[in-house]
């Protein structure tokens, strides 16, 4: 498995390389661009993180999340988003939970409105919040029964006037989600949870997404964004 992972490493580190050299490093804010630069060391490390910058809509959500308040981040992996947004807004107080001990344990960069915890989401009792974030959380859940019973958590230990975030994979367009499917049942496992494939992936489409938000009873708004981007996301916004 190590082997394994080391022969990804180095390709994907190699295929990145000579990517960035033809089209240039991705063009991100000179804010998301500090964030990164905090995650500098083992080179494939910061590596990763300029590939997650990129290929998640992250400046887009952070737009999205209110100003000030408590933002709660579940699954925040490695903290990247939890420590932009407390970077963007001092008023925000940031709390990461994640289950992933390696990935955890890299989310601390001392950033005084942060905190990450380690803990599983479905099962640990997260403080009330202003905002809620489910960023690319939802479809690795282990059945579509945990996504109905973890937006129901989300929804009691909203705030009032609070929103829960979402950044999910739809099914258009069709290449970026297979490209998405691909990284999901076979890199991420191998990159991060030392694991061959993960065949535990729970896609739905915009419109099961949108069918089981009406039915739980949220009002919701939902924008598309993978211009630029190598996956479909969509980002939902429920109040
Ligand atoms: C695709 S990653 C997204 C990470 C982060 N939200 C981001 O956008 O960079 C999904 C994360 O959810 C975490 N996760 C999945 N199920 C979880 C659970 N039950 N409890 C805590 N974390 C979980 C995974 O370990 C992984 O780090």
Known sequence: ??????ILIFFITIFFKIFFLVFGEPKISSRLRSVVNLYKGNSFSSLF??????DAPFEEIEKAVPENGKIVD????DGILGNYLALSSKKRSVVGIEFNKKRISEANKGIV???????DILKSNFTKADAI???HVLHHLESYIDQEKLLTKCKERLNRGGKIIIAEIIERPLHKFLF??????????ILFEGRLM???????????WKTLFKRMGFKYKYSLNHQNMPFSHAIFTLE
């Open 198 to 208: 993960n065949t535990m992936i729970h896609f739905r489409t915009l419109d099961k």
């Open 74 to 77: 579940l699954g925040c992996g």
């Open 133 to 135: 974030l489910l960023i």
């Open 1 to 6: 498995m190590k082997l394994i992972k080391q």
């Open 113 to 119: 409105n942060t905190k990450f915890v380690y803990g």
């Open 49 to 54: 993180k300029i590939i997650r910058v990129w």
């Open 180 to 189: 998405t499917a691909l990284t999901d049942f076979l890199i991420v496992p």
